[in-house]
Structure formats: C-alpha cells, structure tokens
C-alpha cells in the first residue's frame, strides 16, 4: 500500500523514551536505502481510532531514516493486526536490536504484563474469557487456571508463553524481579549495560544499604570503572558507610567433604571447556557487543583468580 511518510506513527506499546534509536543503526540504514533504495521493511495496520493514520508494528528504524533521507512516499504492507500482535511483533524487534540491554528487556516484560492484566481484568469468569474469545484462551484452558491466572496475574511462566519461545525465562524473572523490588532504584540497575552487571549492581547496593535515592548517582560514578562483578561491589562499597563484606563461601569442614567438592568442580569445569571447545571458532559471529564483553570479562576473572591461587 503507497503511503505517505507522515501518516506513520509508532508502535503505541513501545516506548521510544525508555529505549531510544539506534544512531549507528539509523546512519547504516540511511547508507542501504541510498544505495539500494528502499524495500518494504516496515509493517503497519490502521490506527484504530484516527482515521487515515497508520501505526507500525516494526521498522522504527527505517521509519526514522527515511524521514530522515526526506523520503515522503512509502510502499508497505498493510494488515489488520490486534493489539496483541501488536505487542509480539514490538517485543521480537527489541530482541533483535536491544537483548543485552536490562531497561529494553524489563520495559518490554511491564508492556506485556500490564497488557495481559487489563486483558485479565475484562472477564470476570471462563465464560467471560471463552464469550469474548480472549487472548487468555491461548494462556490457559481452563476455569481453574484462570481463576489462578486471574488472582495472581500475569507471572513469568504466562509472559514466556504469550511472548514465545525467542525470550529466555530467566530474563522475565529478572525483568519482574527489579519490577517490583522497592529497595533498588530501577532506572540506576538498568543503566548498566548487561543482565550480568546489572544484577551485580542490585545485589550489591542491597548489601551495602545504600539508600535507594542515592543508587543513581552511585551506578553513574561507578559504571565506566568497572566490568565484572568483583569490581562492581567493591565500587558500590567505597560509597556506603558499611565495610566491605567478605563474601561467605561454603566450604566443607572435612577433608573427605571437600574432595567430594573439588571432584565435582573438575566436572563441570572439564563440561565447560568441553562447551567452549564447539564454539570457540565462531566467537567472531557472536553478534552482541555487549555478550562479547560480558564473555570476556567473566572469562579474565575466572583466569585471574586460577592464576593467583595457582601461582601464575
């Protein structure tokens, strides 16, 4: 369908401010359609209250270079898309362009759970749910379960099954859990720039008790001195009034105890290299910057701590 530009308007569910465009990927992007001009790349379907405008399912990105190049006519693909589909479409094109980011994933987990509780929240019973053919049909199928589903909402196990087999259960957990912890500032733990340091930064401002109106400030001053864990906890630290804690290891108090302990550390240690031995030629592939470091980090300090207690 041949359009122009400015009848586009953004996916309603996704939320420019919390995750804004990528420049690199915009500017690359802008270099394609120059050079090959420009190929249907963004769905859309008709905004359902303003009539003649159109609201995208994906293709920010192209959307904004495009108006960008001044493009003023598009030929796109139309389609009837409900809200759910909607969100779907929304939460793959995060994936694709943001997964190592904590406030992408967490803000597309609240999308979909406050979606899934109001779609919850219209039907008082089964019957409601199977009378207005609810999305929640393809959640649960039957009165007991929805009646859980519908006194407890939507948890992770209900968010992994709408938003499909792309998304990691452990990065929904994650997402729910800084949602509704009151004792960390949730903007100061997403500004870190993977799961790892983030979750790092939460456990350790927790342990220090530092005030949750301080962790911004602290997560700014600490972010570009630090990379794996260790270093993110001495850092929060050196700005609360408590020393550093030690941190507890279990360690078996017979000798018998700990052979059995280090034998199973062989295991898992002769299983991870074994994992690292099929993959370590294609390291080059992997296509997250911020996976790559994470990698790499985790990796020196592992390496880091041997050496030491192995005399180099």
Same mark, same amino acid.
């Given at each position: 369908?041949?359009?122009?530009?400015?009848?586009?308007?953004?996916?309603?569910?996704?939320?420019?401010?919390? =995750?804004?465009i990528?420049?690199?990927?915009?500017?690359?992007l802008? +270099?394609?359609?120059?050079?090959? +001009?420009?190929?249907?790349?963004?769905?859309?379907?008709? !905004?359902?209250?303003?009539?003649?405008?159109?609201?995208?399912?994906?293709? !920010?990105h192209?959307?904004?270079?495009?108006?960008?190049?001044?493009?003023?006519?598009?030929?796109?693909?139309v389609?009837?898309?409900?809200d759910? /589909?909607?969100?779907?479409?929304?939460?793959?094109?995060? #994936?694709?362009?943001?997964?190592?980011?904590?406030?992408?994933?967490n803000?597309?987990?609240?999308?979909?759970?406050?979606?899934?509780?109001?779609?919850? /929240?219209?039907?008082? +019973?089964?019957?409601?749910?199977?009378?207005?053919?609810?999305?929640?049909?393809?959640?649960?199928?039957?009165s007991?379960?929805?009646?859980?589903?519908?006194?407890?909402?939507a948890?992770?196990t209900?968010?992994?099954?709408?938003?499909?087999?792309?998304?990691?259960?452990?990065?929904?957990?994650?997402?729910?859990?800084?949602l509704k912890?009151?004792?960390?500032d949730?903007? /100061?733990v997403e500004?870190?720039?993977?799961r =790892?340091?983030?979750?790092e930064?939460?456990?350790?401002?927790?342990?220090?008790?530092i005030?949750?109106?301080?962790?911004?400030e602290?997560?700014?001053?600490?972010?570009?001195?630090?990379?794996?864990?260790?270093?993110?906890?001495?850092?929060?630290?050196?700005?609360?009034? #408590?020393?550093?804690?030690?941190?507890?290891?279990?360690?078996?108090?017979? #000798?018998?105890?700990?052979?059995?302990?280090?034998?199973?550390?062989?295991?898992?240690?002769?299983?991870? !290299?074994?994992?690292?031995?099929?993959?370590?030629?294609?390291?080059?592939q992997?296509?997250?910057?911020?996976?790559?470091?994470?990698?790499?980090?985790?990796?020196?300090? #592992?390496?880091?701590?041997?050496?030491?207690?192995?005399?180099?």
């Amino acid at each position: 369908m041949k359009i122009n530009l400015s009848q586009l308007e953004a996916n309603p569910f996704r939320k420019i401010s919390k =995750y804004p465009i990528d420049r690199e990927k915009v500017k690359q992007l802008k +270099t394609s359609i120059e050079e090959t +001009t420009f190929w249907d790349n963004i769905l859309a379907r008709p !905004h359902p209250t303003k009539k003649g405008i159109l609201q995208m399912a994906y293709g !920010h990105h192209r959307w904004i270079a495009l108006k960008e190049l001044k493009v003023k006519t598009v030929d796109i693909p139309v389609r009837s898309l409900d809200d759910a /589909a909607m969100i779907r479409i929304m939460a793959s094109e995060n #994936l694709d362009t943001w997964r190592a980011s904590p406030a992408v994933v967490n803000e597309t987990v609240l999308t979909t759970k406050e979606f899934l509780d109001a779609e919850i /929240a219209k039907c008082k +019973t089964w019957k409601d749910v199977c009378a207005n053919k609810s999305i929640i049909t393809t959640l649960v199928d039957n009165s007991k379960a929805f009646v859980k589903l519908r006194d407890q909402g939507a948890g992770q196990t209900t968010i992994l099954k709408f938003l499909g087999k792309s998304w990691k259960q452990s990065e929904i957990q994650f997402a729910l859990e800084v949602l509704k912890d009151k004792n960390i500032d949730r903007e /100061a733990v997403e500004s870190f720039k993977n799961r =790892y340091q983030a979750t790092e930064f939460r456990v350790a401002v927790k342990e220090a008790k530092i005030p949750v109106r301080s962790q911004k400030e602290v997560a700014k001053k600490i972010k570009s001195k630090v990379n794996g864990g260790r270093a993110i906890r001495e850092e929060v630290f050196k700005h609360s009034l #408590l020393p550093i804690s030690k941190t507890k290891k279990s360690v078996p108090k017979e #000798l018998p105890m700990l052979d059995d302990f280090i034998e199973d550390m062989i295991r898992k240690i002769s299983d991870l !290299h074994g994992d690292f031995v099929k993959v370590k030629g294609h390291l080059s592939q992997i296509q997250s910057s911020d996976v790559k470091e994470a990698f790499e980090d985790i990796s020196k300090e #592992l390496l880091t701590e041997m050496k030491q207690t192995f005399g180099g």
